[in-house]
């Protein structure tokens, strides 16, 4: 499983935007890029997830290099509500038979202020 | 829809007591299922995980046990809680084969006094 390294905590204020970058320097092939967001008491809720250049929904946009070897989580205009861990991951393969296990790192603090 | 159900959300135990908490999913069938572990201010430790009926992984040794008696139920248990077993515990299921857009329950938040 390939690591990933992120920063401990940020701080930010309302309706900047927020990067977060993660790095990922021994991605395999066949992995994908996912990014969770947990609440205090809550469990993890899937954001985002990409395998390469760029990816857009509701909530954020992830950006990835064509190597591959760091990925950054956009969120745009944050609000107090944003405040929270987000976890990068990098997947198993998806192929059948395959646990699907992902090891969580120890996430970035968001500390989004008014 | 897919849903995941987890209990009891809240429990207090005496050191030395057993433990047994319940996920059950809905909706899916032959889920990947998962026990994580997140200590007090700490991230998410992966406890086991089951890719079917009595297939079991243990991620690190520890006082815990898991089983799934049925596709969709997966139990975590302890004979003898310690006081290191407190924290919060979180159930997860994914597709069967995939390593990403996992789902998980509303947590127990566990304390041994």
């Known amino acids: 499983l390939a690591k990933t390294t992120q920063p401990i905590s940020m701080d930010s204020y309302e309706g900047q935007e927020v990067n977060i970058t993660c790095s990922h320097n021994n991605i395999a092939t066949n992995d994908y890029i996912t990014w969770y967001q947990q609440f205090p008491s809550q469990g993890p809720r899937f954001i985002i997830q990409g395998y390469k250049t760029k990816v857009t929904n509701e909530v954020a946009s992830l950006f990835i290099p064509a190597d591959r070897k760091s990925s950054t989580l956009s969120l745009p205009r944050v609000s107090l509500s944003d405040t929270a861990v987000y976890y990068c991951l990098v997947g198993e393969t998806s192929h059948s038979g395959n646990t699907g296990k992902l090891i969580f790192g120890q996430g970035t603090t968001l500390q989004v202020k008014p | 829809s897919q849903t995941i159900h987890q209990w009891p959300a809240t429990l207090v135990q005496p050191v030395g007591s057993p433990l047994s908490l319940e996920c059950t999913v809905e909706?899916?069938?032959?889920?990947?299922l998962y026990w994580y572990r997140q200590a007090a201010g700490r991230g998410l430790q992966l406890l086991f995980y089951?890719?079917?009926?009595?297939?079991i992984s243990s991620e690190v040794p520890q006082n815990l046990s898991a089983s799934r008696p049925q596709d969709r139920q997966f139990i975590l248990s302890s004979k003898k809680l310690l006081l290191s077993d407190s924290g919060f515990y979180l159930c997860a299921w994914s597709e069967e084969g995939r390593g990403y857009g996992y789902t998980f329950g509303s947590g127990t938040r566990l304390t041994v006094v």
């Open positions: 089951s890719v079917g009926i009595g297939q």
């Open positions: 909706g899916t069938s032959n889920p990947n």
